[in-house]
């Protein structure tokens, strides 16, 4: 059974950091790329950030600079350090399991980030 965890969400203040973790169960870590989507109330999900699995990362202008997405292969983890966020920050976080080709993907549950200002 495959499973995606998300943890580290919760109440900030504008300016403030977050560490998101999501710890994948039930794959292959390695042989996903990992990616951090987003949705607030009433708006689309959004991508913001996703890594390969040789590691090359990419970034949604709206977190450049400001979040990093990385991966742990040993801790079958990927995180996404938030720095400087914003009231327009505040969403259900999710993190994202895809293999190459369209294989297979997976999603976790979510993990609420509320910035307040």
């Known amino acids: 059974q495959v499973q995606l965890v998300e943890s580290g969400g919760g109440l900030v203040q504008a300016g403030g950091s977050l560490r998101l973790s999501c710890v994948a169960s039930?794959?292959?870590?390695?042989?996903?790329?990992m990616d951090w989507y987003r949705q607030a109330p009433g708006k689309q999900r959004e991508l913001l950030a996703s890594i390969t699995t040789g590691g090359s990362t990419n970034y949604a202008n709206s977190v450049k600079g400001r979040f990093t997405i990385s991966r742990d292969n040993a801790k079958n983890t990927v995180y996404l350090q938030m720095n400087s966020l914003k009231p327009e920050d505040t969403a259900v976080y999710y993190c994202h399991a895809r293999r190459l080709g369209g294989l297979a993907e997976y999603w976790g549950q979510g993990t609420q980030v509320t910035v307040s200002s």
């Open positions: 039930g794959i292959t870590f390695s042989r996903y790329a």
